[in-house]
């Protein structure tokens, strides 16, 4: 862990009854955390609880006498069961006040002058006595600032554009402020596809000298099967060490590295546009997943130019003009019919490259020689395709989503004139070896 | 809230230090809520810490001697960080020992034995004396219970198919009869798609009287914009009230219920097949969004016969027929666009229903007339053909998937002989109109 870790107990308190019912993933707790990563302070504790003010409150004593910064999040709304303000009054001891700077926000933001407004509308300008308000560029709901037991705590909305606004800007200012805290000097990134977080941190640890990992910091951010590899450097004298170790990783990771910049769909594309050349596509088990990813990226259209969507046999053959008697002979899901989906797309397009893949999903279909988990994938252009055959053994959508991004890759290796026959080693917290061309 | 509830105090202790550095959507801990919320027991308290086993161990102190039932996710695993075990150990009291039962179970699922194993192989093994094993019928680290404090305590792995297997069934098991739980004796399901959650809500305690919703819980599950909303009946006396009430929701949410039972895609697969009819796909904006989501349920191979991403202005005159000085004259985003493509999905497939979209998606490309959001949907037969304009606010992957979502429901509705100009409201914290025809 890097010298800059743990100087500074940090910690989070999330309200709200839904955070407890497991009604809403908690991606506000993730966002914060990443953010107070990024500026070298890590988690300590993450206690939730539900909408309810004596629990809110006696959380709020505990965690203030052992932390040095806590993020509150969640119950500064305008309805009845939002109790946070009342609760933080509660745990300093004081009571709830309107704060003026928070009537003028909300009449501002609304309009509505305050003594003419109904019961609830200001609610949101109560804050305990001596709170100070934190500005909220795009909501009616300040947040607020007070210290307690010598812990900054720093009260933010649930709502997450309101939060993010909040934390991203006058809260992460205020906190680099108080603790004197350094930014990242420089963050490098690699975005890997192919090699699980637990292994590339193994390659890593093994070449890279602890010590150097102790002035820059090896973090990870996962989207499976793509893992976003970060180096950080919080000191300019770190720089050239950095950029040392940042040469070391690449040529240890080598042709997994997807890109330094973007993920896989944006770097496929980027890839295409630089060679000036467009793409077909031609779906079967995916579904149409791939042009989904490829079209996430704006500015698809310069770079796709059609995809087919072939689920039936009947649509491979009227579509794509791949033989029936192919399709009757062999099933859907073999070297020549996705060799022939990708002929096909070429033929019906005027596409530079192909790219198809044929497989089965699951949970029915699986067969000893072809099990649940086979996909075949094609890819090329008129001069020469390649195919290649992969096993993902995931549910459904997961394996649609995992062969959407091999068939992307293969591409991607193919545009960038690398190798197209090397493993995937899709993680799972085992690092099994998921899939062998 | 129903009186079922907050008679047994349980809490979560999450940990790991991914939970800490927001790599990952705690996901785990959602699912624990939601199975426990199944058999009346709400969450009180949840709390993350970092792998570090004075941490845990403080952690498992406080929480056992305010709760009646812990559990812990997380740490089980064999690598050095994994500390939960030695944790709970230090909470009790007691020494670590390799359990026999475990020793046996680790063995038969990796055909090793103890006594040649290397160092780290059997470190799943050790538990807290005293404490029992909970079986694992998916993985080598096996759970344990431990009382502390008069708490039940379950430990369990962080790898969610161990845990999930473990919680459902073992461990389930024996929270039902340690605390003689009832099960729900019935539940209902509504999947809603066009009115929020926080609207819905609103809507039913609008007409369900507060004491009927003291006997039938109404929960909700949201994967925005589909909102599930849960009628839950704990007692066998209540029966008839849940069906009364089912059938009063049921007429207040009316035709924006999808189904009692499955989500959008797999209740137009459904509708489809009920007719035996196919569908083909005219994508431009969602670029086979659409597609991947009608394959993302079994079989849509009976149902969807084609998919036309067609992404360019080209590939819309080539694939579909879109009439290329419509394009130069009008874009491609306006009605007659939609309906060209929908006419030439039908025409260049043998499907019986065409259903296309045209939007934008943004970040570029919006005009005053046509803002960023603006989509236009077509659908229909060989008989008729219907269009609609929607304008869905929000940022290009979610503008796709809504407008995904809504394309579906829009088909949906035809099936049923529903009407298909209603508003959708799609649910944001505030309530807005983000939609209408």
Redesign the interface.
Known sequence: MPRIFNKIKLGLL?TGTE?????????N??????EF?GVGL?????????DEKG?ISQ?IINLTQSLDLLIVNGGL?ATLDDVTAAAAADACGVELAAHPIAVAHIEQRTGIKKEVAQSLQFKQALMPVGAEPIDNPVGTALGFYLLLHGCHCYFTP??PLEMKAMVTGPIMRQVMEDFALKKPVEILRFFVLGLGESRIQQIIQGQVPAETLERIFL????EAPMVEAKLTCFEQEDLSLLHETAAVVQSLLSDYIVSKADPLPARVNQLLRAQGQ?LA?A?S????????????V????DV?????????Y??KT??LGVPADLLADSGAVCKEVVLAMAQGALT???AHWALAVSGI????GGTPEKPIGTVFIAWGNKEKIITRKLWIRRE??QF?HYTAMAALDLLRRQLQGLPTDKPYYFD???NHLLSMG
Do not use: H, N, W
């Not at 955070?19 to 991606?27: E, F």
């Not at 890590?42 to 539900?50: L, N, T």
């Not at 973090?219 to 996962?222: D, P």
């Open positions: 999330l955070v407890m019912t497991g009604d809403i993933l908690d991606s707790s993730s966002f914060i955390a990443k990563l890590r988690i300590q504790v993450k206690v939730a609880v539900p629990q959380e709304g649930g709502v973090g990870f951010r996962v467009s596509l779906e088990c995916t579904g149409g997943l791939i042009g989904s990813y490829i079209t996430s704006a500015g698809a259209s796709l130019e059609a995809g087919f969507v072939t689920y039936s009947q649509s009227k579509l019906q397009s005027s999903a699951g949970p029915g459904r959508t649609q799972s917290l085992t």
